[in-house]
């Protein structure tokens, strides 16, 4: 069993390089399947999530290879319009691949992707959606079975701007006959590559990042190369532990727009931060102060994925900071991993409570899911003393050697086998 052994206490200093967006590039993977022929993918970070997304497209009857961070994905001859349960329990965003399977191969069929460490995750609006646009779905034993002959495009409002589901809508239209109208879209920057990538291949999607996205259905044949945009949560994730352990590091290849309010609660904190046009640089040389109530929102609000690393931040704040978590319904897990190692965190539904404190001690804790496990390394490079992170297979789904990363800015991290 791998963890990771941690020795706190360090300055982070340096700089890194942010990878490709794992929330990106896995609805990229899943578009693949509408032009029937190559895609090269450039900046396909190597993340667990990624592989699972490969291993769904070779199963389909893809051809890909991989060359460093560049994936060419040959569509061309599909198979099978199905996702086995063994691929779905992997990811549960492999939901992302019902609308371009249906769009391809007029049916498909996929075992109902269930709920995960974050709560139950319903896929209703994924659903309802394609039901709107003439596809029939039935659900039986688990399996979800949805056939489309003749998919007419609509307008399609979503009672809350889900990203997978807007993501689902935006790939099922491309086949539809007319235009699709997908209002109170979610407004993520994934959404806009996503479009980015289905321009390419020669769809007519526009309105991406704005809450109103409309897709003319039609034919999407041609051979595309698109260059996946940067990780905003990884950066994200640095820029908490650069707050917590007093640092200074500079995160390169970002786009400084996308974590807009991750970068102004932690100057409110007491950072001093600056952007470049794909730059930012953090530096955080005493205890930072008490955070403003954080409300995690759809995008442009503060991102659910940080959350739980500005946590481990506030943990070592001078005063009190609350969080409302209103995306999802169970994800202040980490709460009692920090609390092992000193932080004094009351939660209560979706709020928790998080009194700072001058020091964090080193412990043996687990990773409850993939963000909090970012969070709970965090608080190990910031506490005094030694800790051991297990189950960090959860970290290994969204970031690429994180020790790595973490070591080359002077971090005390090793991956090591028990
Ligand atoms: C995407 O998940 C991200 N995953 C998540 O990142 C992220 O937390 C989330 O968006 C919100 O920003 C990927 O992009 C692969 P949603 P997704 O549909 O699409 C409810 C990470 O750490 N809902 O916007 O699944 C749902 O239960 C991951 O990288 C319904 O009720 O998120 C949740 O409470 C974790 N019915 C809320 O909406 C539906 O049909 C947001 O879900 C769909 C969603």
Redesign the pocket.
Request: aromatic letters at 8%.
């Given at each position: 069993m791998s963890y990771f052994a941690v020795k706190g206490g360090t300055k982070l200093i340096g700089s890194v390089n942010i990878n490709g967006a794992?929330?990106s590039v896995?609805p990229i993977l899943a578009a693949t399947l509408l032009n029937a022929g190559e895609n090269v993918i450039h900046n396909c970070t190597e993340l667990r999530d990624v592989d699972s997304a490969v291993k769904i497209l070779r199963h389909l009857g893809c051809r890909i290879t991989r060359q460093g961070k560049t994936l060419t994905v040959d569509s061309s001859n599909i198979i099978r319009c199905d996702v086995p349960e063994s691929l779905m329990r992997e990811m549960r965003?492999s939901v992302i691949f019902l609308g371009p399977i249906l769009a391809r191969c007029g049916q498909a069929r996929l075992s109902t992707p269930g709920g995960c460490e974050?709560g139950p995750?319903?896929?209703?609006?994924?659903l309802d959606a394609l039901r709107k646009l003439g596809a029939t779905v039935s659900i039986d034993g688990g399996e979800i079975l949805c056939r489309a002959d003749n998919m007419q495009g609509r307008d399609i409002v979503l009672s809350?701007p889900?990203?997978?589901?807007t993501e689902n809508i935006m790939l099922a239209a491309t086949a539809c006959t007319g235009a699709t109208r997908i209002i109170n879209a979610?407004r993520?920057p994934?959404i806009e590559d996503l479009q980015n990538f289905l321009l390419k291949i020669g769809a007519n999607v526009c309105g991406a990042g704005r809450s109103e996205i409309s897709v003319q259905g039609g034919k999407t044949r041609c051979r595309a190369e698109h260059t996946v945009m940067p990780d905003r949560?990884e950066a994200a994730t640095y820029l908490c532990a650069a707050a917590a352990c007093r640092g200074h590091i500079e995160l390169r290849d970002i786009r400084p727009r996308h974590i807009a309010t991750v970068i102004s609660i932690l100057s409110d904190a007491g950072c001093d931060i600056k952007t470049d046009t794909n730059c930012v640089t953090i530096k955080s040389a005493r205890r930072i102060s008490a955070l403003p109530p954080v409300q995690t929102m759809p995008y442009p609000g503060f991102?659910?994925?940080a959350q739980s690393q500005l946590m481990a931040a506030a943990c070592l704040a001078e005063g009190t900071t609350v969080f409302c978590e209103n995306?999802?319904e169970n994800r202040f897990r980490q709460a009692g991993e920090l609390c092992r190692m000193g932080a004094r965190i009351k939660v209560s539904g979706r709020t928790a409570v998080v009194e700072g404190t001058k020091q964090l001690s080193g412990a043996s804790v687990r990773c409850t899911d993939?963000?909090g496990g970012a969070a709970l390394v965090i608080a190990a490079l910031a506490a005094t003393g030694e800790s051991r992170i297990y189950d960090i297979e959860h970290i290994d789904r969204?970031y690429e050697s994180m020790e790595n990363a973490y070591s080359s800015l002077g971090g005390s991290i090793k991956r090591k086998e028990e």
């Open positions: 794992k929330n896995l965003s974050l995750r319903p896929i209703d609006l994924h809350f889900s990203v997978g589901a979610a993520e994934e949560i991102p659910t994925d995306i999802f993939l963000r969204g």
